[in-house]
């Protein structure tokens, strides 16, 4: 198991300007940093990887989908364009020397038709991660496609939903993630869930119930860390936390108030937090 931090808490574009803040992950205990792949180019995710290296952390890699870029579109033209974009991502993940690229790039966060997902939609979205997926795969990636709560998404809100269309895209570099906040909203039972989705989830943020820090909230935490014990998971739990820091980003996530007293409290205990409960799980 490794323990990482998503960068989201402070930068939707990672810079020079937040590399001193490796160091301090680094010295927390950290083993590795969440990097977001929404816009730049290669030299920008050359610098982050030179510098991730330069203090022993390892990267992953997130990214979403934009309306002009929606893979389960009707326009073959906006498909063309989200696939497009998925290799791009995937391109700079590579860069990062990431193993995965995760998040909700099946479809655009906050855009609603009015009704759940279509069969024409989940085939549409199928088809093109399927592509990207065989374009992953060149460079030893795999994608893991991140589920939403309802209020965010319709596409994608379950782990039902997620195994069902990994299966339908039935490609060895797609898979699924797990997040704890979104679970916790959609879930009934996180535990047994977790059970269920075994094999088909390579990934799994840990975010509190109100994306503060992570032990603060009632999310299921000791049934959470047992199943993924007793299901053999030892990939990386990374905490995802947001503020209102980045004011964009906290209208996407619905953060209106503040949820921990500083970013240092989330990294610090919460770090701690997924120490303690892993090792408590055994």
Same mark, same amino acid.
């Given at each position: 198991m490794k323990i990482g931090m998503n960068l989201l808490l402070w930068a939707s574009s990672v810079t020079p300007a937040h590399f001193s803040l490796f160091d301090k992950l680094k010295a927390t205990g950290f083993d590795g940093i969440e990097v977001p792949v929404f816009s730049g180019d290669a030299a920008q995710?050359?610098?982050?990887?030179?510098?991730?290296?330069?203090?022993?952390? !390892?990267? *992953?890699?997130?990214?979403? /989908?934009?309306?002009?870029?929606n893979p389960i579109s009707a326009d073959a033209a906006v498909r063309r364009a989200a696939l497009d974009r998925i290799r791009w991502a995937t391109e700079m993940a590579a860069i990062l020397n990431s193993p995965i690229l995760c998040g909700p790039f099946h479809s655009p966060l906050g855009i609603f038709s009015g009704s759940g997902a279509t069969a024409d939609e989940k085939k549409r979205g199928a088809d093109v991660l399927r592509d990207a997926a065989e374009f992953a795969g060149k460079s030893g990636l795999t994608l893991a496609l991140e589920y939403l709560n309802r209020f965010e998404c319709y596409f994608l809100t379950t782990a039902a939903d997620a195994r069902a269309l990994v299966e339908h895209v039935d490609h060895p570099h797609c898979r699924a993630m797990y997040d704890t906040f979104h679970a916790n909203i959609e879930e009934k039972h996180? !535990?047994? *869930?977790?059970?269920?989705? /075994?094999g088909h989830f390579v990934h799994v943020h840990i975010s509190e119930n109100d994306r503060g820090t992570p032990g603060t909230g009632h999310v299921q935490w000791v049934e959470t860390f047992r199943a993924l014990r007793e299901t053999g998971y030892d990939g990386w739990l990374t905490?995802?936390?947001?503020?209102?820091?980045l004011p964009e980003l906290a209208a996407a996530t619905r953060v209106w108030r503040d949820f921990f007293s500083s970013p240092e409290e989330v990294y610090t205990q919460g770090f701690r937090f997924i120490r303690q409960q892993w090792d408590a799980a055994r």
């Open positions: 995710y050359y610098a982050i990887r030179q510098a991730a290296d330069g203090c022993g952390l !390892a990267c *992953t890699a997130v990214t979403i /989908a934009t309306p002009e870029a996180p !535990a047994e *869930t977790i059970r269920d989705f /075994a905490i995802e936390a947001f503020g209102r820091a």
